[in-house]
């Protein structure tokens, strides 16, 4: 099955960089393939470790962090750059 990357833009990853990315192209919109459906503020880690945050405060879900990108679970596996394809 082959889709089309929402505004022609795929972002490969749903860190920091990738989600950064996808939330600033706004309604244009991107596709954003990670293996997970949040970001995860690793910086944030050891006050969450020592209870001065939530542990549901450093971690954002990408579908709420990017309401206009679509978000694909999975990991790219190949690239094609002549034909500008990404097997997932």
Same mark, same amino acid.
């Given at each position: /099955?082959?889709? @089309? #990357?929402?505004? &022609? !833009? *795929? ?32 910086? /944030?880690?050891? @006050? #969450?470790?020592? &209870? !001065? *945050? ?35």
């Amino acid at each position: /099955m082959e889709v @089309e #990357a929402r505004g &022609g !833009t *795929l972002v490969l990853g749903g860190g920091f960089a990738g989600s950064y990315v996808a939330r600033l192209l706004k309604k244009q919109g991107a596709t954003i393939v990670s293996p997970e459906n949040f970001m995860l503020f690793a910086s /944030m880690l050891p @006050e #969450a470790a020592s &209870g !001065t *945050l939530e542990p549901r405060h450093v971690v954002v879900p990408l579908r709420i962090m990017c309401p206009h990108a679509d978000l694909v679970l999975g990991r790219a596996v190949a690239h094609d750059p002549e034909r500008q394809r990404v097997q997932v």
